[in-house]
């Protein structure tokens, strides 16, 4: 069930983009490699281990962070720009980087559109959080930065610099979404890493007495900050909340939950509450959900609601792969929804909206990846 699982979501979150692209055949031999890949993982795990040691994964790492950086931002990226097969190149970054430097110039950034005449897409807290890169004067920067943050956090979560490896190059190159990301400089891939980076560090935090307070409001605002960066991402807060009650208590998960929610409203409502028909992060992204039709726009919503509830009432006393496999259905089933209901309105399939379903590959991942390492 858990390999069925996997390869289901690898192919739903990158099987738009390997369409779109190269066609139907692709697809299906990227099927058969994705899932015979999976079916070996234990024994890559044991085969990595076995024949690498943790500073020459540590070095590999190193050499990986290199290329990507030396490819990615001055040759690939470039390219995506002009153009290529299937798409007359990508404005994504640039609408980004010109709300961002709005923001910095105290304007407000959501009256920018990009070169091709489309809105900003990020919520506030995806634009703050690009400012660094922004001032670097290359946004290519910012999905590699968080990449290695990843890396770094892995070590911690899968407890071995050789699985933090394997899964930054199981990410990377084994994901045809993951590397459209990185080369468009998408923010999908990093407003994904940094949601999980943070929540994954608060439950930490939280189950830990020997952290310091500080330490532990940081995480709680940082998630509050990251949380607002794309609309998809606040459906794995029931669930957090659930495994919060579960595992610290109520008092502990109420008191950082609603430090979460304050820091969230506090970047996003402003920007909103300032411009209301102006704020298009609410057009972009709900139109990647919601459609003209009130009744199916509601039946969706209830339909959320059910399945976050459900999701959120399962067991997870100290199990973290329950955690992100329940947040990884609940960011899987807002794009299939959105299909769906496109499918119903409008008398044909659209299947833009799966690339949407890319968040819920990455927790799905580390899930899968936390479970081969359990049973090793």
């Known amino acids: 069930m858990n390999l069925l699982w996997i390869v289901l ?3 739903i ?3 738009f983009i390997l369409v779109k692209f190269s066609g139907y055949s692709l697809l299906i031999i990227y099927l ?3 899932t015979f890949y999976y079916t070996k993982l234990k024994s890559i795990c044991n085969l990595i281990k076995n024949n690498l040691s943790q500073k020459q994964a540590l070095i590999l790492a190193l050499v990986t962070l290199i290329v990507i950086v030396l490819i990615v931002p001055y040759f690939l990226y470039p390219i995506a720009n002009l153009g ?3 798409g007359g190149g990508s404005d994504a970054d640039e609408v980004t980087a010109a709300a961002v430097k709005a923001l910095i110039n105290f304007t407000y950034p959501y009256y920018t559109k990009s070169y091709l005449g489309n809105p900003v897409g990020p919520l506030p807290g995806s634009l703050i959080l690009s400012v660094p890169f922004v001032l670097l004067g ?3 920067l910012q999905n590699i930065f968080w990449l290695t943050i990843l890396f770094l956090c892995l070590k911690k979560i899968l407890g071995d610099w050789r699985y933090s490896l394997l899964f930054i190059w199981t990410l990377m190159f084994t994901s045809p979404e993951s590397l459209h990301e990185l080369i468009v400089s998408g923010y999908k891939l990093s407003s994904t890493i940094i949601v999980l980076v943070f929540l994954i560090l608060l439950i930490n935090h939280l189950s830990r007495n020997n952290i310091s307070y500080w330490k532990k409001y940081l995480s709680a605002i940082f998630l509050g900050i990251a949380l607002s960066s794309r609309g998809d991402l ?7 909340f659930s495994f919060l009650m579960q595992n610290v208590g109520p008092k502990k998960s109420i008191k950082y939950f609603l430090i979460v929610l304050i820091a969230f409203i506090i970047v996003t409502l402003p920007f909103y509450l300032y411009a209301p028909s102006g704020f298009t992060p609410l057009q972009v992204q709900s139109g990647k959900i919601l459609y003209l039709d009130p009744i199916l726009n509601l039946i969706k919503v209830i339909l959320m609601i059910i399945f976050c509830l459900l999701i959120s009432m399962q067991r997870m006393k100290n ?3 329950k ?6 259905i609940i960011l899987l089933i807002a794009p299939l929804l959105a299909v769906a209901t496109s499918c119903i309105e409008f008398g044909g399939l659209d299947f833009n909206d799966l690339a949407y379903s890319f968040s819920s590959y990455i927790f799905i991942l580390l899930a899968y990846f936390l479970r081969v390492i359990e049973q090793k």
């Open 13 to 15: 979150s990158s099987g």
């Open 32 to 34: 058969v490699f994705i």
């Open 9 to 11: 979501i690898t192919i």
């Open 234 to 240: 606040i459906l794995t807060l029931p669930v957090f």
């Open 319 to 321: 199990n973290k792969i």
């Open 323 to 328: 955690f992100l496999e329940g947040c990884a």
């Open 84 to 86: 290529f097969k299937g």
């Open 138 to 140: 290359n946004m290519a």
